[in-house]
């Protein structure tokens, strides 16, 4: 067979090379309850309170709250546990892991105009973790209906065969880099599926574009191993006032860095009659890395000695994104009575071009009542629309398509935040709950998010220690793949945190 060696293709537009979907921009839109121990055991509900470093995370306004300059780090161990299903199969999987999740100071600098109603400024400086991508779990079961041979017959059908398929004499190595550097991802991986003996083309010449399986049947016996690791951090850059006796405005500058890993590995196998090909293993891994950029701006205000009221807004992330892949593929074909292996490992990194994320907005609004020097309990709202998430440029035809499902799919989600605080002395108790709503119109494919929290807190003075546990429950599926094979595992997901948190004046 030879390629059609048509050069403008090479210039496609970078969609067609990977090919980003919704769970990419899930997976970057969302945001947790990270930062300090205080803030954590009382669930994020701190928009209307501030005097926390991970309260200026929520509303910058938080920062002036801050009698005097203020720093903090936290320390927790994060405990991931994973129950899943996949057709008759049940498994589960359990990991956990120490992490620096935030540090940070606030700088106060009181005006010394007694006259003037600005009566002081602060500036401030910290680094949260927004998101852990921290997860692994493998999961086994007996496919009655789909095949990994869907995945690559989805990819190849309407593809010309000299658009998918290796030069005489050409290495396979070669090939695979050629046919995704001339025609992109998809013939890349109908590319895989031929040279594998995984389809079989309609007629043997190069202007054929109808292909079938070699996997037939109504039973696959399917292995599916899940690995990711990585985090989306912000470094944000404050300033804040306090106005008069009770009012509080303030700016946060972020910036944003994604570090995102994942390795998947389908092991398949089958005895059915009048399948060519028995065993298939496909193995991906994924890099990726970025940096984007958001503002906040937020207000507090003291409605009485006992009430504050708070209300920010979070802009939208604006990400460049870039990717790196790798892939194995190995298969077990029964030819003439014996067992015949055809391996595919080009030992081949794709780079592929950048592409741009912008993420949803988000408005969060606080109240709050202080019980003097007792304690204080505090809500918070938050409306995000995940519909609004969108890939860039948003003419180019393949990110028009993603958009347009991203729309139809995703929908506006709030949050809920509660977390309440009693002082005995130097002691303090603390608790919280809060309900994340589900992203997906559909929130039985990915259901919302309960948790709850509780810690305690030790004031030394200009040394104060923190210490919470946080837990969260969320039941949601996981396709294996976005197109072809994309039956689910079912996985409910408890994530648990322990926090320590040392801050002190400067």
Same mark, same amino acid.
């Given at each position: ?15 067609? +090379?990977?090919?980003?979907? +919704?769970?990419?921009?899930?997976? @970057? ?72 999740? $935030? ?18 400024? =602060? ?6 973790? +927004?998101?852990?991508? #921290? ?34 004499? #050409? ?20 590319? %895989? ?11 043997? /010449? ?29 470094? =944000? ?11 509080? +405005? ?34 991906? /891994? ?6 984007? &950029? ?40 029964? #030819? ?65 398509? $993603? ?9 506006? /989600? ?25 992203? @997906? #119109?559909?929130?039985? &494919? ?33 396709? %294996? ?7 689910? /595992?079912?996985?409910? =997901? ?13």
């Amino acid at each position: 067979m030879k390629k059609l060696n048509l050069l403008f293709i090479a210039v496609l537009s970078m969609s067609s +090379i990977m090919a980003q979907d +919704i769970s990419d921009a899930v997976r @970057y839109s969302h945001d947790e309850v990270q930062g300090t121990a205080r803030f954590r055991s009382m669930s994020g509900a701190f928009g209307a309170l501030g005097g926390d470093m991970s309260a200026v995370s929520i509303n910058p306004a938080g920062s002036s709250v801050f009698t005097t300059s203020h720093a903090s780090i936290s320390i927790s161990n994060l405990g991931t546990k994973n129950e899943l299903n996949y057709f008759n199969g049940a498994s589960s999987s359990s990991d956990s892991k120490f992490d620096l999740n $935030q540090t940070g100071a606030v700088f106060v600098f009181n005006n010394t105009n007694s006259n003037s109603p600005w009566k002081k400024f =602060s500036l401030g400086v910290a680094y949260d973790k +927004i998101s852990n991508f #921290e997860n692994s779990w493998n999961v086994r079961g007996i496919n009655p209906t789909n095949s990994i041979g869907e995945y690559f017959l989805s990819y190849a059908q309407g593809v010309r065969l000299d658009q998918m398929s290796a030069l005489d004499n #050409e290495s396979l190595s070669t090939a695979y880099s050629e046919i995704n550097r001339l025609y992109g991802f998809a013939n890349q991986q109908a590319f %895989l599926g031929y040279e594998s003996y995984i389809l079989e083309p309609g007629m043997d /010449a190069d202007d054929n574009t109808t292909y079938t399986s070699n996997i037939v049947g109504n039973s696959f016996d399917q292995g599916y191993v899940y690995a990711a690791s990585g985090y989306n951090g912000k470094f =944000s850059f404050n300033a804040s006032t306090q106005y008069g006796e009770n009012f509080y +405005i303030g700016l946060n500058l972020n910036s944003h860095f994604i570090n995102y890993d994942k390795f998947t590995d389908l092991h398949e196998t089958n005895n059915n009659s009048g399948s060519f090909v028995r065993d298939v293993r496909f193995q991906n /891994a994924l890099s990726t890395i970025g940096n984007g &950029f958001s503002f906040q701006v937020g207000a507090i205000a003291k409605i009485n000695e006992e009430f504050r009221a708070g209300l920010s807004y979070n802009s939208p992330t604006w990400y460049t994104i870039s990717e790196e892949t790798t892939q194995y593929l190995g298969t077990i074909r029964n #030819e003439g009575g014996s067992n015949i292996s055809q391996i595919i490992d080009p030992y081949v990194v794709n780079v592929y071009p950048d592409y741009k994320l912008q993420t949803p907005g988000k408005v969060t609004g606080s109240l709050a009542y202080i019980f003097g020097d007792q304690g204080l309990i505090s809500f918070d709202y938050s409306l995000k629309n995940y519909a609004n998430t969108k890939f860039k440029p948003t003419s180019d035809p393949y990110f028009s398509v $993603q958009n347009g499902i991203i729309n139809n799919t995703l929908k506006n /989600a709030s949050t809920y935040r509660i977390g309440g605080e009693y002082r005995i002395k130097q002691v303090s108790l603390r608790g919280g709950y809060r309900l994340e709503e589900s992203p @997906y #119109e559909n929130n039985s &494919f990915y259901g919302d998010l309960n948790g709850y929290s509780v810690g305690l807190g030790f004031n030394f003075g200009n040394v104060k220690l923190d210490l919470a546990y946080d837990h969260a429950q969320r039941d949601y599926n996981q396709q %294996l793949y976005a197109v072809g094979l994309t039956d689910a /595992a079912h996985i409910n =997901s408890k994530n648990s945190n322990f926090t320590l948190t040392l801050g002190f004046s400067l």
